[in-house]
Nanobody, 125 residues
Framework: VQLQASGGGLVQPGGSLRLSCRAS?????????VAWFRQAPGKEREGLAS????????DYADSVKGRFTISRDNAKNTVYLQMNSLKPDDTAVYYC??????????????????WGQGTQVTVSS
């Protein structure tokens, strides 16, 4: 297992959660891009945010822009997804993914070679 996702749980609408994705086999610098995805029942896997190795630049899907923030802590070998103002529509299994060779940010799940195991986020009152 190269990536370990954690931090999911049950939160009320309007609340916050921070997800973590820890790289266990290689350092974060091995991966050109690390990204977060989610998948709700009956829906396709959706790209949410990515962060680059080169300069830490970030990219966000319109659905989460302004509410979610991706960041990295190289000392802890971990990428985070801070999620604020959560809505019931954010309920899904959240995955982190990474790839060592991507040349540019991508929200396409098929271009990422390495995946974490998923963590459930449920937004409900």
């Amino acid at each position: 297992v190269q990536l370990q996702a954690s931090g999911g749980g049950l939160v009320q609408p309007g609340g916050s959660l921070r997800l973590s994705c820890r790289a266990s086999r290689f350092t974060l610098d091995y991966y050109a891009y690390v990204a977060w995805f989610r998948q709700a029942p009956g829906k396709e896997r959706e790209g949410l945010a990515s962060i680059s190795r080169k300069d830490g630049s970030t990219d966000y899907a319109d659905s989460v822009k302004g509410r979610f923030t991706i960041s990295r802590d190289n000392a802890k070998n971990t990428v985070y997804l801070q999620m604020n103002s959560l809505k019931p529509d954010d309920t899904a299994v959240y995955y982190c993914a990474a790839d060592p060779f991507l040349g540019a940010s991508s929200m396409n799940p098929f271009v990422y070679d390495y995946w974490g195991q998923g963590t459930q986020v449920t937004v409900s009152s």
